[in-house]
């Protein structure tokens, strides 16, 4: 027990960041350490959903706005923007699924053009017209992976050799690698922050 506390001590003293974590098991004279590598996904296209609900309150003049009303003056808008309302795609049953009870649609918009969905995005639209859902395609790579392993190793050894100096040892020779990384080939919620986190964990024996 005396042993492990000192070597609980001496890891404090090293000042990890938040973006490492480190175990020692000492009765196998082994060293584990986990790196994180930062990288951003990249966007290869972007698709937008909005719901459109039919008006459950008639006007002044007793008239019920329909899906077709308010899509139409939602598409208008738009095209008074630029944006080429052709590529709009409707789905009811999408609606129905989204466990609404009233009468509406889903409409959905894909482009790889960005300002063309912040377009679309900050254009003014009825209270009967709401954002459901903005997306972007992710497309991963073998390079990407490659650099991300790279990078990986790199940190992990020499975060391994400063702990292993810290309990007076070395790096005998790497035993063991595992990561963290699937391709991120897929449609992901759009949230702003595109950052995300490689994991590699290594595991050294000491001498």
Same mark, same amino acid.
């Given at each position: 027990?005396?042993?492990f ?6 890891l404090?003293?090293v ?11 000492d ?12 990288y951003d996904? !990249?966007p290869?296209?972007y698709r937008?959903?909005f $719901?459109?609900?039919?008006?459950n309150?008639?006007d ?5 706005? $329909?899906?077709?009303d308010?899509?139409?003056?939602f598409l ?9 309302t052709?590529k709009?795609?409707a ?6 699924l989204?466990n609404?009870?009233d009468?509406?649609t ?8 960005r300002?063309?969905l ?8 009825s209270k009967?017209?709401?954002l459901f ?18 990078k ?6 020499t975060k391994a050799r ?6 007076? !040892?070395?790096i ?6 595992e ?7 897929e449609?992901?919620?759009?949230s702003g922050?595109t ?7 290594? $595991?050294?024996?000491?001498?």
């Open positions: 027990m005396k042993k506390l000192t070597i609980v001590i001496l404090s003293a000042g990890f960041s938040k973006a490492q974590q480190t175990t020692i098991n009765n196998r004279s082994k060293l584990k350490v986990t790196a994180y590598v930062k996904l !990249k290869m296209k937008v959903k $719901t459109i609900r039919e008006d309150y008639a002044q003049w007793g008239k019920i706005a $329909t899906v077709e308010i899509q139409s003056k208008e808008s738009l095209e008074a923007k630029g944006i080429d052709s709009f795609k789905n009811n049953a999408e609606y129905a989204a609404y009870y009468k509406g889903i409409l959905t918009y894909e482009t790889t053009n300002k063309e912040e377009t679309i995005l900050t254009t003014k639209r009967n017209v709401n859902k903005t997306e972007m395609y992710c497309k991963s790579s073998k390079d990407q992976y490659k650099k991300l392993v790279v990986g190793l790199e940190k992990a050894d400063m702990l292993a100096r810290q309990i007076g !040892k070395s005998d020779k790497l035993e063991l690698v990561d963290a990384y699937y391709d991120r080939s449609w992901v919620y759009m922050q950052q995300q986190y490689y994991t590699l964990t290594t $595991t050294y024996s000491l001498k």
